[in-house]
């Protein structure tokens, strides 16, 4: 039989095939658990999601009935509006090898199956990063500057950045403020020691400055930090609801830094179990999950952790006694350092249009388009979604130092 030759449309369709949603699973979840065991509605069309939330109940009533007849009042609700945050990866294949692949199929898609997977995947660890974070963006903070090296406040943050990172700095968090003047390209990520080389010397960049990627200033996802922030929130609306009317509505948190770990996590738990949680997960960055795992020595009892929709990925958590059974601890690089989330899993939820992956035209199908600027197609892999949480109140994070 001879060869079909490769065209864009049938190699953009080829492509797409290949990128199922089973596909963006496996690239997505084997190295992000909190990421792989979120429920997903990949159905948030409109302007909004709105996720309502009970918080009190009729306070109307008395054990003389005048004066429950004179005093009902009913139950208390607010609604969460949950807007879209986005992120975007683009990327390019060159014409002439397109052209050379023409005639094989296979080939091209293993030309771009290498390109596309690496977008992929920058795209959901850059996710992964976020869902434990605020929504001001910020990837880490600048402990000292030295010439080309800037060394991170925590070394362990050094997983939130790549080379070829254009980072802006800011002397807050993202969540006010502005973006400083500071801007230079990451040329070199020194991963045990926590330092960053930049290329020009991280002009206009001090200590304390926090670190964004170039464009994320102030727009992230609301992740866990935002929806259960340790520190009790102030009256400004989140996603149009002022939770200082009461604490159901950002959960518990704790400091934890005058504990064993271990203990701050159980009086988290205790504390969810007052308000009718029924934990099971706790999160925390592997360097907090290893000295959990050294303190407990002979006593660590391990279990596999599978994500009810991926058979194919499982993760390994010690199995701590709670206050309503198992409350298996897992380890996440997402989560920053020093810092702890105790959850009843099935609160959270992901809600998006479709998970992060490859983009195609609406109107043509098409996921290549020819680049205007140079000898190249173009591909784009976005997502368009947000954390949501229908009871916050069954979430605590805790910070351990």
Not at 189 to 215: E, I, K, P
Not at 281 to 306: C, E, Q
Not at 333 to 339: L, M
Not at 360 to 376: K, P, Q, V, Y
Request: glycine fraction near 10%; include cysteine; charge should be neutral.
């Amino acid at each position: 039989m001879a060869a079909t030759n490769q065209t864009l449309s049938n190699a953009s369709a080829a492509l797409k095939i290949l990128y199922s949603e089973r596909k963006l699973k496996e690239i997505g979840y084997t190295d992000h658990p909190f990421w792989a065991m979120l429920s997903k509605k990949t159905d948030f069309t409109g302007e909004s999601y709105k996720i309502p939330i009970w918080y009190a109940a009729n306070q109307g009533g008395s054990r003389t009935f005048s004066t429950a007849l004179s005093g009902r009042k009913p139950n208390k609700y607010a609604a969460f509006s949950l807007t879209r945050a986005k992120d975007y990866t683009i990327g390019r294949i060159d014409i002439e090898a397109l052209k050379a692949s023409r005639n094989d199929p296979g080939a091209f898609l293993r030309l771009g199956r290498a390109n596309i997977d690496g977008s992929i995947r920058a795209l959901t660890n850059n996710l992964a990063v976020s869902l434990f974070r605020n929504q001001g963006g910020a990837r880490g903070q600048a402990a000292s500057l030295s010439t080309n090296v800037l060394t991170l406040s925590n070394a362990s943050d050094v997983v939130n950045f790549e080379v070829g990172m254009t980072l802006v700095n800011s002397t807050t968090d993202g969540t006010s403020g502005s973006v400083g003047s500071g801007s230079t390209e990451i040329t070199a990520v020194d991963r045990r020691a926590g330092t960053l080389t930049g290329s020009n010397n991280w002009t206009n960049f001090s200590a304390n400055d926090y670190l964004f990627r170039a464009g994320d200033f102030g727009v992230s996802v609301a992740g866990v930090q935002a929806w259960v922030p340790v520190s009790s929130p102030s009256a400004t609306a989140f996603f149009g609801v002022d939770r200082t009317v009461d604490s159901r509505l950002y959960g518990q948190g704790h400091d934890g830094s005058n504990q064993d770990m271990i203990d701050a996590l159980l009086d988290i738990d205790m504390k969810l179990y007052r308000e009718g949680a029924r934990c099971d997960l706790a999160f925390v960055n592997p360097a907090d999950f290893n000295s959990i795992r050294k303190r407990l020595g002979a006593d660590v009892i391990y279990d596999k952790i599978t994500p009810k929709d991926m058979a194919s990925v499982s993760f390994n958590g010690i199995q701590i006694v709670g206050m309503t059974g198992s409350l298996k601890l897992v380890a996440d690089n997402s989560v920053p350092v020093g810092n702890g989330l105790v959850t009843q899993m099935d609160s959270w939820e992901w809600a998006c249009l479709e998970l992060p992956g490859l983009q195609s035209n609406e109107l043509t199908g098409e996921a290549l388009r020819i680049a205007e600027d140079e000898d190249s197609v173009e591909y784009r892999c976005a997502y368009y979604g947000n954390l949501g949480n229908h009871a916050p109140a069954f979430s605590g994070t805790v910070k351990f130092y």
